[in-house]
């Protein structure tokens, strides 16, 4: 039997995985997210995707891990996870009728291959009042997510289209997951 691991204490990733009724290990990667601020946002979130799941296949090298993460960026200035909720407040304020992207980056390590990959998901906002922004993040939803809002929670109130994969703005491209994994040998 083949061992699959994600390499994430995400339970978006966790949830979306366990929607396709695969069965799998979770091992979070305690890493270091600090990133070179002259990189791209898509060099940015493979590096840190490749660095997560790296951790984990150390310890696992006979397993398909999968590591991912996933970044906001307005404008091209990354908006990682807000330190309060006064960050969280601007920097919804700054997405307010705005459209950003989402990139997500894929790593896949097995013992016979390597891929690294990225997504990357238009996401359009809604104007937003003061009000529907601090009432918002009042709830706590934003402190935990990539510019503050979570599309597939409250924060799907905010969002007025986006063009790209949804999931991967969630946290999983699950479809190219998938093929990826296919790919480096994985049998579903």
């Known amino acids: 039997m083949q061992n699959l691991i994600l390499a994430s ?10 929607n396709l009724h695969l069965t ?3 091992s979070s990667s305690e890493v270091d997210e600090s990133f070179d601020p002259a990189l791209t946002p898509e060099d940015v979130v493979m590096e840190l995707a490749e660095r997560k ?6 310890k696992n090298q006979d397993a398909f891990v999968i590591g991912s993460d996933t970044i906001v960026a307005l ?3 990354i908006l990682g996870k807000p330190a309060d909720e006064a960050e969280a407040i601007s920097m919804l304020k700054s997405l ?3 459209q950003h992207d989402v990139f997500t980056g894929v790593s896949i390590l097995s013992p016979e291959s ?6 990357k998901t238009e996401v359009w906002f809604w104007e937003l009042t003061d009000d529907e ?13 990539a510019g503050a809002y979570g599309i597939q929670q409250l924060g799907s109130m905010l969002v007025k289209k ?14 190219r997951t998938i093929r990826e994994l296919k790919k480096a040998g994985y049998q579903l």
């Not at 799941?53 to 150390?58: E, G, K, L, N, P």
């Not at 922004?133 to 997510?145: F, M, N, R, S, W």
Request: hydrophobic residues 40%; proline residues 5%.
């Open 53 to 58: 799941a790296q951790a984990v296949f150390q």
């Open 75 to 77: 404008n091209g200035r």
């Open 162 to 175: 986006i063009n790209g994969d949804y999931f991967a703005v969630v946290g999983l491209p699950v479809a």
């Open 96 to 98: 307010s009728g705005q």
């Open 9 to 18: 204490s995400s339970p978006r990733r966790k949830e979306l995985l366990e």
């Open 24 to 26: 799998f290990a979770i």
């Open 133 to 145: 922004i601090k009432a918002y993040v009042q709830t706590g939803e934003p402190l935990d997510k």
């Open 114 to 119: 390597s891929t690294t990959f990225f997504e």
